[in-house]
C-alpha cells in the first residue's frame, strides 16, 4: 500500500519570506508519479508539478520549487518570497499505476497562511 | 481547452434523500475517477472507470453507486444521504497510458450538504 505524510499540519509565515512544505512517502514500486496539489479557499484543486520516480532532477519554476530525494523518500516544495495569494492548503500526491486504474493517494494536507 | 466539468456545483439535500453527481470528462479521456473530501481531510478515493466498466474501488459506502455511460460521462448516485456524507466530491478524469505524465484532471468539484 502507498502512503504520504504531510508532518506539517499548518504553517503561517509573513509575506516575503520563504517556506518549505513536506513530504514524505511510501511504497514498494520502483516506477511511481507524484504530485503537488494547492487548493485554495474556493475549494479547486489546482495541480502544480508532478515527477516520475526515474526523475530526481530538480526543478524551478519562477517562485515555485521543487527537491525530490528517493533516498529520503521526500518531494518537498519550496515557495520563495512568499505571497498573501499563496495562502492555501497544500497537497502531495503519489500514484503507483496499476492495470486496476490509478488512484491518487494524498497526504493530510498542510494549511499554509500568508500573513501581510 | 475543455476541462473536467462536474455539476451541480452546490447541493443541498436532506437526511435520507437521494443525490446524484454529474461528471463529464475531457474528451478522449478513457479513464473517470471520484475522490470524496470530508472538511478538513484529504481527498479519498471512491471508485473509477476505465472504458465504460469499473475499474478500480476505494472506500465507497454500500448507500454509493456509480457508473460511466457510452458517452464516457458517469454518474456519482447516493442514497439515504447521511449528515457525513457532506463533503466536497471530485471527478478526475484521464488517458489510461498518459495518467502519470500529467494526464490527470481535476474537476471543480460538487459540495454536497447534507441537512
Known amino acids: 500500500a502507498q502512503k504520504v505524510t504531510q508532518a506539517q499540519t499548518e504553517i503561517s509565515v509573513v509575506e516575503k519570506e520563504d517556506v518549505t512544505l513536506d513530504c514524505v512517502y511510501e511504497?514498494?514500486?520502483?516506477?511511481?508519479?507524484l504530485f503537488w496539489y494547492k487548493q485554495p479557499p474556493s475549494g479547486e484543486l489546482v495541480f502544480l508539478i508532478r515527477?516520475?520516480?526515474?526523475?530526481?532532477q530538480n526543478e524551478i519554476s519562477g517562485r515555485y520549487s521543487w527537491n525530490f530525494q528517493k533516498s529520503t523518500s521526500s518531494f518537498n516544495f519550496t515557495i520563495t518570497a512568499s505571497q498573501v495569494v499563496d495562502s492555501a492548503v497544500y497537497f502531495c500526491?503519489?500514484?503507483?499505476?496499476?492495470?486496476?486504474?490509478?488512484?491518487?493517494?494524498f497526504g493530510e494536507g498542510t494549511q499554509l497562511t500568508v500573513n501581510p | 481547452a475543455a476541462g473536467v466539468i462536474q455539476s451541480p456545483r452546490h447541493l443541498i439535500k436532506e437526511k435520507r434523500e437521494t443525490a446524484t453527481l454529474k461528471c463529464y470528462p475531457i474528451?478522449?479521456?478513457?479513464?473517470v475517477y471520484w475522490y470524496q473530501q470530508g472538511p478538513g481531510q484529504d481527498p479519498q478515493f471512491l471508485i473509477s472507470?476505465?472504458?465504460?466498466?469499473?475499474?478500480d474501488k476505494g472506500s465507497i459506502p454500500d448507500r454509493f453507486s456509480a457508473q460511466q455511460f457510452s458517452d464516457y460521462h458517469s454518474e456519482l448516485n447516493m442514497s439515504s444521504l447521511e449528515l457525513g456524507d457532506s463533503a466536497l466530491y471530485f471527478c478526475?478524469?484521464?488517458?489510461?497510458?498518459?495518467?502519470?505524465?500529467?494526464?490527470?484532471?481535476f474537476g471543480s468539484g460538487t459540495r454536497l450538504t447534507v441537512v
Open positions: 478526475a478524469s484521464s488517458k489510461k497510458e498518459t495518467v502519470g505524465g500529467g494526464g490527470y484532471t
Open positions: 511504497t514498494r514500486d520502483t516506477t511511481y508519479y
Open positions: 515527477r516520475n520516480s526515474f526523475d530526481e
Open positions: 500526491a503519489l500514484i503507483v499505476l496499476r492495470t486496476s486504474g490509478s488512484r491518487l493517494t
Open positions: 474528451p478522449r479521456h478513457d479513464t
Open positions: 472507470f476505465y472504458e465504460k466498466m469499473q475499474s
